[in-house]
């Protein structure tokens, strides 16, 4: 199952304020992120700034994706945005060498400033080869074509026994929370609202929503990374959402 999602604001900042087009037609891109990142550091100083719930659920993400890593390896993490989940790895696990990339440079302010154990480029040319590389609420950013493209350059970046962990909230409640109950009368009412949302936005919303992403089910992220020749090794659901590992 995939579902399209759209935002109107992000970080308590709406979008409407960012002075850009929005569109339900178009992905946010580049110069949408760095419009977005430059409004963020206007507005926010630091970490500690942002909502308790937005970090605490990333902390329970940076916590799942921590135990995975390895003594000693190379990590990267692909699509790190404004670096809040790599500081909290980093502080734990010393023994890592570890290196961010997003596209758009503007996101990296807080981790130059404060995280000088971290290396980041916005220029794919300059990654190396890793043993982990993670990517938290990246690929759903995407169009299928889009991530496949993405992994096969990212397949490049891996050694012969490398993992890549990607995280991601399911359309499958139950991919998200094993415990849920009644999931699938919910999975039913969201493929409902996936029909009705696009219409409701074109006809009342039109400029003040964005298209951000497409939630897809486990199975729906295997065939992305099956086309990049990538092979899933686990799936499972932890910190409310759908973890999975993949190898070469
Ligand atoms: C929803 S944010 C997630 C950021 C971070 N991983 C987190 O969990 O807080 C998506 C990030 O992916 C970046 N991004 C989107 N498309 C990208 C691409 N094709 N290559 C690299 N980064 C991308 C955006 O700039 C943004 O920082």
């Known amino acids: 199952m995939v579902i399209k999602a759209f935002e109107s604001n992000w970080h308590n900042i709406?979008?409407?304020?960012?002075?850009?087009?929005?569109?339900?037609?178009?992905?946010a891109d580049i110069?949408?992120?760095?419009?977005?990142?430059?409004?963020?550091?206007?507005?926010?100083?630091?970490?500690?700034?942002?909502?308790?719930?937005?970090?605490?659920?990333?902390?329970?993400?940076?916590?799942?994706?921590e135990k995975k890593l390895l003594k000693n390896s190379r990590?990267?993490?692909?699509?790190?945005?404004?670096?809040?989940?790599?500081?909290?790895?980093?502080?734990?696990?010393?023994?890592l060498k570890f290196d961010c990339f997003d596209f758009s440079d503007t996101a990296s302010k807080w981790l130059k400033r404060d995280l000088s154990n971290i290396?980041?480029?916005?220029?794919?040319?300059?990654?190396?080869k890793y043993d982990f590389i993670f990517m938290v609420d990246l690929l759903y950013a995407m169009?299928?074509?889009?991530?496949?493209?993405?992994?096969?350059k990212v397949?490049?970046?891996?050694?012969?026994?490398?993992?890549?962990?990607?995280?991601?909230?399911?359309?499958?409640?139950?991919?998200?929370?094993?415990?849920?109950?009644?999931?699938?009368?919910?999975?039913?009412?969201?493929?409902?609202?996936?029909?009705i949302r696009p219409v409701y936005y074109f006809l009342?919303?039109?400029n003040k929503v964005q298209f951000w992403g497409y939630e897809r089910d486990k199975e729906s992220y295997n065939k992305i990374f099956k086309k990049a020749g990538l092979m899933i090794d686990k799936s499972y659901s932890e910190a409310n959402q759908l973890i999975q590992i993949f190898k070469n």
């Open 14 to 27: 709406d979008f409407k304020e960012l002075n850009i087009n929005l569109t339900i037609f178009k992905l």
């Open 31 to 65: 110069k949408f992120y760095d419009k977005f990142y430059e409004e963020f550091f206007k507005r926010y100083n630091d970490f500690d700034d942002l909502s308790i719930n937005w970090r605490t659920n990333k902390i329970e993400i940076a916590k799942a994706i």
């Open 75 to 95: 990590v990267l993490s692909y699509g790190c945005g404004i670096g809040f989940i790599e500081k909290f790895i980093v502080e734990k696990r010393q023994d």
């Open 119 to 128: 290396y980041f480029t916005s220029n794919h040319k300059k990654l190396k």
């Open 143 to 152: 169009g299928d074509v889009e991530a496949t493209n993405l992994l096969k």
């Open 155 to 195: 397949k490049y970046l891996l050694k012969d026994d490398s993992k890549i962990i990607i995280c991601n909230t399911s359309s499958q409640e139950n991919e998200n929370n094993e415990n849920i109950k009644n999931s699938s009368t919910k999975n039913f009412i969201k493929k409902i609202k996936n029909l």
């Open 204 to 206: 009342f919303k039109k």
